[in-house]
């Protein structure tokens, strides 16, 4: 029994790193062997969802939740969302759940890894301050993880 705890743990380790990674633009991996880890490692939503859930992380937000997480973003300043980044956006929220898991009561550092999670404080340095950064993460915790 320990040995499949072990091994599920190592599994949604792996799931988790795969799940919340974002494509910046700067992978160096060609696309035909993107393509064949993709095809071998490829996870139904429930897989992913448990993943995430074995990690402490949300699931995936439904079609509503995220639309209202992604006009959340857009109302303090749309160009926090990259255009046609929306997928990243979600995925760096959910990263953020992280940190707010890990440090719930601390405003000023969940504040400041949203700007840095978000990429605000090198992309938008004039909107880079730490009353930004607390809306992001008000955004976050309104829409994708409501029960950290």
């Known amino acids: 029994m320990r040995t499949r705890t072990t091994i599920a743990a190592l599994v949604a380790a792996g799931l988790l790193a795969t799940l919340t990674a974002c494509e910046d633009g700067t992978s160096t991996s060609s696309k035909p062997e993107a393509a064949k880890t993709s095809a071998s ?3 139904t939503q429930e897989q992913r969802d448990a993943a995430r859930k074995a990690a402490g992380l ?3 937000p ?4 995220r639309q209202a997480y992604l006009d959340a973003l857009n109302a303090i300043d749309p160009r926090i969302i990259k255009p046609g980044k929306e997928d990243q956006a979600v995925s760096r929220g959910i990263n953020q759940c992280s940190s707010i898991k890990s440090t719930p009561n601390d405003r000023a550092k969940l504040s400041q890894l949203a700007l840095e999670r978000f990429t605000v404080d090198t992309r938008l340095p004039e909107i880079s301050t730490t009353e930004t950064g607390g809306k992001i993460v008000d955004a976050v915790r309104a829409h994708i ?3 950290f």
Not at 62 to 65: D, F, I, M, S
């Open 145 to 147: 993880c409501p029960d």
């Open 58 to 60: 949300p699931t995936e």
């Open 41 to 43: 490692t490829e996870l």
């Open 62 to 65: 439904k079609a509503a939740e």
